[in-house]
């Protein structure tokens, strides 16, 4: 008897323990990408200085001798990105106070449907259907010699972020007490002067959260990207023009390299940069959305 | 003074207006896709080779690779993200380790896709010496659906009332078979649902496979977890971008094959989760 029960203890305590190595294991990958990233990311750096890398004005990895300067790079991620939150900020902060405090019933349930439907279709599809509708409108009604340009990517990836600024926001909206609201009411506040006044203050930190997500998924995003932007590796100057991100520079030039080149390495480099982006929008991100209520 | 009312009237009327600038567009692109791609899809198309540079034939061989590389993504993920939503549910306490593991699983969701891919081809091609293969595809597309799984999991555990686990346990069963018998198979439909999202998500990703497993043109079925493989978003792109002179029908018929298979899965999904919240009845 004692023994069954001994054997029953070991066998509860084993699985325990199997338990909580896997409840480590998020911590686990995340260590792990972060050090094979800079396994191969660093050994750049025994040849290109770190301030060239990150400052140099051109990106000519294939000529001899490759010149490997992210900064045009850099630029086009952050003008694409600040197209794309110019978008879809106010008109996906806007969709969610609609969601969550106008809509009727029914018609919530078809809209909230209709977010996460367009939070399932794969970027590679986005992609070809901004290829096929987005980038010959632009090029059309802009006059340009080609559509692929920064824009047409802006566009693409405002409607992108949309789910997650609009699913956030909303949560965020929901989660502000009930009692707030009815005061304002009791007040003879109008419903427009209470969501104005009240709820969006009162959900702001919750809605920043938001729209560091959403500007977290858009720099991150690398397939519709890499069809619609264009992807020339210049400067970018206008909003007009083609420009390259980050992402989709490695996910066009990782298949051609030698593995062990310093072009490889850079493509390393530059996926730390992209991690280390990721990673402090994200911390802060759920800072803003664990701040204690005051 | 403007009156309020009139105020509230044009707010409300933009804020109508911005949802519409959301909504509408979806609806146009699924409308689209079936439109161009239903007369692409035929019996061949979807059982067929791709033929003549893939602008002919059908694509077979990228739907049995995507198949393939989702099983293998959740084989890899779910017993791993299982018993992390269990630790996180049951075991774990409000201290800063577990803290720190909900930060790693923001953090893990947050990782861009083509991160993914840069680090699956150092750890699992390179690395490891796997090559270009399912099993390297398959292990890194299981990495990026860990966090949803173990989110989807964990709430539908929490989901399973106390007082279960109360009553469970004062009849004298051990903390673990409690969660064995009690409150696993009352968070089942929850765990499928998040199965099923990250299976949606799997088969839709491009990024990380791109250096991983897929296949530009392999006109064959792979043999083994060893082989390269075609797969259905890597093979949109390749068509859409890198081949010349397609047929819109193929491009279409791919896009809507592609849509229909992550959307299907998507809808099983809800129509889970729905009717479990009907029979629930706690």
Redesign the interface.
Known sequence: MTKKITL?KL??FI??K??????????F??M??FI??L??GLALFKTVKVSNFLLGKSWYPISEPPELGILPLILGSLLVTFGAAIISV???V??A???AE??PGKVKEV?K??????A??????????G???LVPWVKKVFNLPTGLTALSGSIMLA?MA?PTI?SIAEDALYSVPRSYKEGAFALGA????T??RLLLPAASSGILAAVM?GI?RV?????AVM?ITGNSAVIPQTFLAPVRTL?AT??AE??ETV?GSEHYFA??AI?IV??II??V???TA?LFLHRKPK | MMN??L??KI??F???L??L???V???M??V??IKKGLPALTWQFLTDVPRQGMRAGGIFPAIVGTVYLVTGAVVCAL???L??A???SE??KDTLLNR??K?????????????????G???FV??CRFGASILSGSLTLG?MI??II?TASREALEAVPHSFREVSLSLGA???QTIRHIVLPNAIPGIITGVILGI?RA?????PI??TVAAFYLPKLPQSIFDQAMAL??H??VI??QVPNVD?KI?YGT?LV??SL??CV?LIA?VIRYRFRKQKKW
């Open positions: 029953r066998k509860e699985i325990e199997l338990i909580l190595l896997c409840g480590l294991a998020s911590i990958f995340v792990l990408i094979f990233l396994k191969e106010p008109i996906g806007a969709c106070v609609y969601i106008i809509a809209l449907a209709g977010i996460e439907l367009l399932a279709i794969p970027s590679v599809v986005l992609g070809f259907i290829m096929v509708t409607f949309m609009v109008t419903h427009w002067q969501i104005w997500l977290g720099i991150g995003e690398t397939m069809m992402t490695i996910a990782m298949g593995v493509l390393f996926g992209l991690f990721s990673f929008i994200n911390v759920d | 309020v009312r105020k509230e707010a409300f933009f804020l109508f911005c949802t600038f959301i909504i567009p979806v609806g692109i699924v689209l896709i017993p791993i993200g018993a992390a269990i630790y996180l075991y774990a720190i593991i930060l790693a699983i923001v953090n893990l969701a947050g990782v861009p896709s083509v991160v993914y891919g840069l680090f081809l150092a750890l390179v690395w990495i860990l966090p173990i051990s903390k673990w949606g088969a839709g990703e491009t990024a791109l250096f978003p890597y949109l792109y859409s971008t819109e491009r896009a592609l849509l992550v959307l998507n809800i």
